[in-house]
């Protein structure tokens, strides 16, 4: 079982910087992937940025160069790094992690971009 508790979402207007936490109430956190993943309104969840065990990242394309995650395996928790926030980067913004066959969600954070 995997808790995952998201924070740090909020309104900023265009231009601005905003930082997501997500932290994982797990034994092991260290072997797993980690995921950002955000929803819009009326529009599919989609993967936003990905963190290996490792520490390898992938972003989509319209957030690379702009975005960053990270990750504290000391403090269970991983990281979204959101620069040059544009309009259309509003949505809920959810962390998950698969163990096995199961995939775990946060409940997931606000960000909203507007001036």
């Known amino acids: 079982q995997v808790q995952l508790v998201e924070s740090g979402g909020g309104l900023v207007q265009p231009g601005g910087s905003l930082r997501l936490s997500c932290v994982a109430s797990?034994?092991?956190?260290?072997?797993?992937?980690m995921h950002w993943y955000r929803q819009a309104p009326g529009k599919q969840r989609e993967l936003v940025a990905t963190i290996s065990s490792g520490g390898t990242t992938n972003y989509v394309d319209s957030v690379r160069g702009r975005f960053t995650i990270s990750r504290d395996n000391a403090k269970k928790t991983v990281y979204l790094q959101m620069n040059n926030l544009k309009p259309e980067d509003t949505a809920v913004y959810y962390c998950?992690?698969?163990?096995?066959?199961?995939?775990?969600w946060g409940q997931g954070t606000q960000v909203t971009v507007s001036s």
């Open positions: 797990t034994r092991i956190f260290s072997n797993y992937y």
């Open positions: 998950n992690t698969q163990v096995g066959p199961t995939g775990y």
